[in-house]
């Protein structure tokens, strides 16, 4: 195995592997409060391929992989060789804050450190842009993602409601600030 910290930049040829990471963390995460179809419908929709290389390809937000395969990164590589992945891009309606869209880990690679490194270069690349906060949403009822989150300096500044699943679903908004 290379290196499990190996982040790069994601290429649109990762989309495939994003979206295979996303489906299996909601699944073990969000199962349990959303509910199996709810999980498999939204991330149907959340994570169709053309999205994510159309969110890979916007100038405005980054994606980042944690790739494990050794570094060779023009060769064909496994979807299997990406474990998490990080999403940010601009708070929409407020200048100077970044938005942490997505941080997700695949539930094999829990608690080795790669979900803190991606949060990391997530919040270095909103730094190195100019962006003074970084801003998330998470839902109320993940209460592991919202310990991880204010075990590394994030605080709670708002809730806000969605509809998933025909059901409302509760959601923190948490934020920092970047150095
Ligand atoms: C939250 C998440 C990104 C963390 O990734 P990770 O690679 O396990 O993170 P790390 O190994 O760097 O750190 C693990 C930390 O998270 C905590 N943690 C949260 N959920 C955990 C889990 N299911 N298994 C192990 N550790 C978990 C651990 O207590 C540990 O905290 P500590 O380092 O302060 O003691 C990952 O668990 C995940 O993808 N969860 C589902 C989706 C999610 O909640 N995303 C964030 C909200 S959008």
């Known amino acids: 195995m290379g290196d499990i910290h190996h982040i790069r930049p994601a290429t649109p040829g990762d989309a495939a592997a994003i ?26 929709d959340w994570y ?25 990164w023009g060769s064909d590589r496994s979807v299997n060789d990406v474990a998490g992945f ?25 608690g080795q450190g790669l979900g803190t490194a991606l949060l990391e270069r997530g919040e270095r690349a909103l730094e190195q842009a100019g962006y003074d906060r970084i801003r998330l949403e998470v839902f109320a009822e993940n209460g592991d993602g919202v310990g991880f989150y204010e075990a590394r300096g ?26």
């Open 19 to 44: 979206r295979s990471v996303a489906r299996a963390s909601w699944h073990a995460a969000y199962d349990d409060f959303l509910g199996r179809e709810t999980v498999d419908a939204v991330t149907d």
């Open 48 to 72: 169709a391929v053309d999205r994510l290389r159309d969110s890979i390809e916007a100038a405005e937000s980054h994606l980042f992989v944690c790739d494990l395969a050794d570094a060779d």
């Open 86 to 110: 990080v999403h940010v891009s601009p708070w929409a309606g407020e200048s100077g804050v970044g938005h942490l869209k997505r941080l997700y880990v695949h539930p094999d690679h829990w």
């Open 154 to 179: 994030y605080g709670g500044v708002d809730e806000e409601c969605e509809t998933l699943g025909g059901e409302t679903r509760h959601l923190l908004i948490l934020e920092m600030g970047l150095e």
